[in-house]
C-alpha cells in the first residue's frame, strides 16, 4: 500500500521535523505529529491519502520530548480521533524522527513495544478505521500500518508527493539514489527526463480527459510505449 500526500502537506511535515537534523546539535530532539488519512480502495493499488497534517500546537499534546523519544498525549490523540470522524475519514498515522538515522532508518525497540499498544487503544475507539505509523531519518522513511484481528505490522511501500511534480520516496527505510539507467532506444529522452522518469512512468496508472483530436493521439502514443 502507497501514501499519498500534497507537496503543502509535506513541506508542513518537514517544518515539524527540521530540528531534528539541524547541523551542530549534540542532542537533538525526536520531533512528530499526526497525520489524517482517507481510503482509495482501488482493487489493484489501495491507497491512503493525507487530507491533513495535524500539529502539535496546543500546550500539552506532547507529554515527554528527548532524543530518542517523543511521547504525544491523549488530548492530542483525541483531537486527531475526533476530526476522522468528523470529516469521515479512515484513520490515523503517527510520525516521528530518529534524530542519528540519516539514509537508513527503522522503528525501534521503543516503537515496537509502545505501537502495539497504542494501535490497539485506537482500534477499540474506531474499529473500522486504519492506523499506522511512519518514522523519518535525515534522507529515508520507514512506514507500517497496523491490522486488526489481530494486530500486527503491515510495511508500507512507497510515499508518493504530488505537485508540480511527482516525486517517489520508498518506505523500506533505505534511501534510494541512484535511479536505473534507460534502455539504450530511449537515451534521446535523458535530457528531458532524466534518470529514473521510465521507472516512475512504469509504476503510474494514466487517465485521459477527451479523447478527440489531442487525446486520440496521446492515447496512442502512451500505448504504443
Known amino acids: 500500500m502507497n501514501i499519498r500526500i500534497s507537496e503543502e502537506n509535506f513541506q508542513k511535515i518537514k517544518k515539524v521535523i527540521a530540528p531534528s537534523f539541524f547541523s551542530g546539535f549534540d542532542s537533538p530532539p525526536e520531533t512528530g505529529c499526526l497525520l489524517l488519512v482517507t ?6 493499488r489501495p491507497t491512503l491519502l493525507v487530507k491533513e497534517v495535524l500539529l502539535p500546537e496546543e500546550e500539552g499534546d506532547i507529554i515527554s520530548q528527548s532524543n530518542r523519544e517523543i511521547v504525544f498525549s491523549s488530548q492530542y490523540l483525541r483531537r486527531a480521533l475526533l476530526k476522522v470522524r468528523a470529516d469521515n475519514l479512515a484513520g490515523i498515522l503517527t510520525l516521528h524522527t530518529h534524530p542519528f538515522s540519516n539514509r537508513e532508518v527503522s522503528f525501534s525497540i521503543y516503537d515496537d513495544a509502545n505501537d502495539p499498544g497504542l494501535m490497539q487503544n485506537l482500534y477499540d475507539l474506531q474499529p473500522e478505521g486504519i492506523f499506522g505509523s511512519l518514522v523519518f531519518g535525515k534522507k529515508a522513511i520507514q512506514g507500517r500500518i497496523w491490522k486488526s484481528n489481530p494486530l500486527l505490522p503491515i510495511g508500507l511501500e512507497e510515499l508518493v508527493i504530488v505537485g508540480e511534480s511527482l516525486n ?17 532506444i530511449f537515451d534521446r529522452g535523458l535530457a528531458i527526463t532524466g ?13 485521459i480527459v477527451g479523447v478527440s483530436g489531442t487525446g486520440s493521439i496521446v492515447a496512442e502514443l502512451l500505448m504504443r510505449a
Do not use: Q, T, W, Y
Open 195 to 207: 534518470n529514473g522518469a521510465l521507472a516512475k512512468a512504469s509504476k503510474m496508472r494514466v487517465g
Open 39 to 44: 481510503r482509495n480502495n482501488h482493487p489493484a
Open 168 to 184: 517517489f520516496i520508498p518506505l523500506n527505510g533505505i534511501f534510494e539514489a541512484i535511479h536505473p539507467e534507460p534502455a539504450e
